[in-house]
């Protein structure tokens, strides 16, 4: 063999070698962890201490503080009470499931009500107006 493929085959191994290496020390630090397990505990245990939510972006980068959007806002009890009333009487009675302030700019609150085994979602403006129906 002569040296000139001795040089060659020891510059491919050794390239091999770095590569792999590489490869190892990138796994090893959770490179290839991109699941959110560790950002769902923390926003979760933010939460429950009354912090605000902290939230990754689309890409999976950068992170935004959620805690000023007005469907994080508590719901005071006069709330509560204003927005079950004018759910029930759309629903024609049964019992509020879920109550939540909305995000989106069509309405301020969503809530459900479950009656005679029926789901009804009922969306509310700010005001407590019925803007929506949607029967399960």
Known sequence: MNK???WIGGA???????LVGGG????VT??????DDDDRVAS???EQQGGS????????????????DA????ITDAERESAEKAAL??????????????DDQDHAWEVEVTLDGRDIDIELDADFNVTRVDQD
């Open 12 to 18: 491919g191994i050794a390239l091999v070698a770095l």
């Open 89 to 102: 009487a759309e629903a024609g009675g049964g019992t509020v499931t879920d109550l939540e302030r909305s």
């Open 53 to 68: 939510t902290v939230d990754r972006d689309n890409d999976g980068d950068d992170y935004y503080d959620d805690s000023n």
């Open 4 to 6: 000139k493929t001795m």
């Open 71 to 74: 469907d994080n806002a508590p």
């Open 24 to 27: 190892v020390a990138y796994a």
């Open 44 to 46: 979760q245990q933010s």
């Open 30 to 35: 959770d490179g290839f962890d991109h699941d």
